[in-house]
């Protein structure tokens, strides 16, 4: 697509490589939906972006309270873009409450585009403030574009026969209409969603029509924004592009490992944030032999998709860290019986019910060892919102092919950010061959591939195939029951090979910079993003490190020891406690530094850098 | 196509039998075998599942598909496999604590859903694989191992919290009547929706004598009713006794008396309404009743797995065999060159 010319604008055009702008306001006030607008049209002209709603856990929280504030934030910019942004360049505040739970991240000398008519007394008092920040000196450090946005909005839409509620509840198309005039973004793109979304309601498409146009026209035509910017297109790899969140990622790629192994998809889930919109996502594409179903409870799920593995569809269950708790006694059977499954945790914060809508890594050990006895799961980690589709698709290629259930860990932060994924070509996505038993021999459960250790799984409604399998020790090769002492210790080991040299049938990760060095990053999952940013910085600057994203988790690539004894320092960044420093020690007996920070939130790009300074330092 | 021919032997597996020796599984393995051959259905189109218990070890001893689960969680595993493939003749195998403790969350779940499945409930009214404690049917008061001093819990009536949930086929019958227990699974494994059938089982290691006053020849012909359908409710050592209706509660009188001119009930399976299912269900607890058999309820609904082969092809219909290329391009797309 052309980048439209923004018209009439005699203003100052400045030119900027990169910007963070973050919306907020009150739950009610459609921040959500005016940052997914503002993210369609920044793709839509060819910037590269990334983006991360930030809403509150309560449904309908008290308007006006802080803990009821929404928030979407955006970087885009015109060259590569891995985080949602550490601190916005730009905040949209619609209420007092938005503004104080905000400000603390702004950028210094940071833009605030500010709703007046929202700063009166009940909702300064709502928010905790004592006096309005917009007198008392609180916002002296930054520039303030106060803007009468729920009165403006009105008067644009003075002549509309509706009533004042409805009118009201299009300022965020004023609000959104501002930024397009201010980072030169076209209207067009939003104003045919408006059309589409509204269909058949035309005042509707006329009221949220005039009011991003109104606010586009205030912003081209008074006197508060001297400047609007412009953010060339980024030279991304050429192809067709959309924006995907994480879960519509994995939504995606395991529809497509389902069709690309012949299986038909079955999910048993039960709902959880943040792992709910795999479960919606998946429930509209009957057409594509996708059956969902929504089980009484966590355990429901798994188990019904253990079910349904064995019947021969591609089973998977999604869920969130409590989820899986409940689903460990499945994940054993799993174990034992040896079955493909699927099993998605959309981390969040913990322990217990912890933070529902916030962001967390500290799932890593419940994945390794969350279940009685010896009981080896594979394990796979996520990077990114696109790398949710390759990783899903992985995780059911190897679920598939090693029989074997798989832990695909994302989590809150990328589930529902987004960014432009490449949309690969179906037809160059390479099959997923099984492997079946043979038809004309004795069937025996347990007899393995020599090379995988996989079993043959005979589906039912095999004539001759008939078999049965459970929790209890099977017999090597027959699978018939066992307790017999050398035979449990025999299984307890093939178990555990045939997980530990998955690492042989999965591509190695890449190990960026010199395989010997001061400084090793090793990294896994959603940090993938701040990290690769602080790498590019360091690189600029002509610091030495060296870095490895981890996609498998277990088994640990094959590659790691030929280059982790080789350093300094192995720097581990997670929002943890150290959970795969853990992890690394015990297997390289090497020591390890951690990273951590359990904010809830992604890692901060700004700060990790800070810590590799002071190591870089340390080590000089 | 050939009509399927089989016999009890062809559902023997290899596996050797491990139930204590007298008990009341034996029965109702052995009338399973002679069902099975009679539904008409391929041998390797069943599958059985079970969760853990004395009775959850039955698909062992049935050369069938099967798996063996995890404590509570057949109804579960059994909807998987029965939603993924809706030609498979699916049936659950459990006990009274695997069914309505551990797992009554999934039972009842089941019930509502109305997938097709036929659940089998062996009732001892004791936990025996974990010799004996008291299970949430045992009579409140119950002496047991962990309930030295007498259980403070009163039971669960299977019948009635299968009725409650909606399902569309409820039946009861007893390990020591071979006949009528092949009737009543015969009638369950036909029946299309979620079937369940409530077996009075001996346990005759922890419980023994738990349903005497049924199977005693003297003393069953007094106790227990066997219900048929469009029939009175007639039972007595020589036939002479009969349920009727107050108006209120149920009364007994001698059939060829009825003095006080109370309703003479007929019984009917295929919906004699909640009030009446239950109160027949209701039986099983009191002591001056007898005890009711038989078939409560045989209706049909719409099954689960119809339901939703049926949402899957109008989806088709309407959108079109779905292909990636069209999944992955939905929504907004655009070009970098
Ligand atoms: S313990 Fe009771 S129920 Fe279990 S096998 Fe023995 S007799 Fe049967």
Redesign the interface.
Known sequence: MSEKEVQGTEKEVQELERVTICFAGDSGDGMQLTGSQFTNTTAGIGNDLNTLPDYPAEIRAPVGTLFGVSGFQIQFSSSDVHTPGDSPDVLVAMNPAALKVNLPNLKDNGIIIINTDSFQSRNLTLAGYESNPLEDGTLSAYQIFPVNITGLTREALSDLDLNMKIKDRCKNFFALGMTYWMYSRPMDMTENWIKSKFKGKDDLIEANTKALKAGFSYALSTEIFTTSFRIPKAAKKPGLYRNITGNEGIAFGLITAAKKSGRELFLGSYPITPASDILHELSKHKNYDVKTFQAEDEIAGIGAALGAAYAGALGVTTTSGPGIALKSEFMGLAVMTELPLVIVNIQRGGPSTGLPTKTEQSDLLQAFYGRNGESPIPIIAAAGPADCFHAAFEAARIALQCTTPVILLSDGYIANGTEPWLIPDPDKIPEIKIKQPALDEKYLPYKRDPERLSRLHALPGTPGLEHRIGGLEKEDVTGNVSYNADNHDKMVRIRADKVGRINRFVENPELVGKDHGDLLILSWGSTYGPILAAVKDLQKKGKEVSWCHLRWLNPLPINLDRFIYNFKTVLIPEINLGQLSKIIRAEYLIDTVGFNRVRGLPLKTNELLAEIDVILKGLE | MEPIQLTKDDFT?N?ETRWCPGCGDYSILAQMKKVLPTLGI????F???SG?GCSSRF??YL????????HG?A???????????P??KVFVITGDGDGLSIGG??LI?LFRRNIDITIVLFNNQIYGLTKGQYSPTSEKGKITKSSPYGSLESPFNPVQMALASGASFVARSIDRDPKHLEDTLARAAKHKGTAFVEVYQNCNIFNDGAFLSLTEPKEKKKHLLKMEHGKPFIYGENDELMLTWTGKNFKVVNKDLNENGHEILTHDENGSGPAMEFMLASLSLDAQLPTPIGIFRAVERDTYDDM?AA??NA??K????????T???G???????
């Open positions: 597996s596996q391929p041998r390797e189109n599958v059985f599942v853990i698909p062992y050369e069938t598909y099967g798996i063996h689960g995890i969680r109804p579960v595993i059994a909807s998987g496999v029965k939603l993924a493939n030609n498979l969350n999934h779940h939703m949402q899957m989806t088709k309407k959108k079109g065999e779905g292909d990636l290329k999944l992955f391009t929504g907004y797309t655009w070009t970098n060159d």
